[in-house]
């Protein structure tokens, strides 16, 4: 059965090769799951992915039982349709830190399904103080952009 959660962060930290890392606490219900897998994908949502972002949040429920239409990749691993953007990932090391498992996995395939232009305003999605806001122009502190 497939499993879904919302990673607090997930990070680039190479190029060549593309990796990428995240943490997974031990009190995710998706937890004992992923601790089996060696493969998964992590999927990268703006405004318009809301539905999938709240499933990722929600506790108690299937996530794949309603709501977001979803299918596997010819590896296996559910994606949700639609979304921003996904990354099909290989588990590569995994630290155990506190209550957390840090993952770092190579990323071999990926899809971008929106994107914008560069210094475009984009519908980027961010969970902080316990609520979703829309990132724009006027969530800018400081533009870095040389005039």
């Avoid at 997974?24 to 937890?31: C, M, N, V």
């Avoid at 601790?35 to 506790?59: F, M, P, Y």
């Avoid at 979304?83 to 506190?98: H, K, L, P, T, Y």
């Avoid at 899809?111 to 103080?129: A, F, K, M, T």
């Amino acid at each position: 059965m497939p499993v879904a959660l919302a990673a607090a962060s997930v990070a680039s930290i190479s190029v060549d090769p593309p990796l990428l890392v995240f943490s997974i606490s031990a009190l995710s219900s998706a937890a004992e799951v992923l601790a089996k897998e060696t493969t998964l994908v992590v999927h990268s949502l703006d405004v318009h992915d809301i539905e999938v972002a709240k499933l990722g949040i929600t506790n108690g429920i299937d996530r794949f039982a309603q709501g977001p239409t979803w299918a596997q990749l010819a590896t296996g691993e559910p994606v949700f349709d639609g979304v921003r953007a996904w990354v099909r990932c290989e588990d590569i090391e995994r630290v155990q830190s506190g209550t957390s498992t840090v993952f770092v996995a190579r990323a071999p395939e990926s899809h971008i399904e929106r994107d914008s232009e560069p210094g475009q305003l984009s519908d980027g999605l961010v969970y902080h103080n316990r609520s979703k806001h829309r990132l724009g122009e006027c969530s800018a502190i400081e533009s870095g952009h040389a005039k």
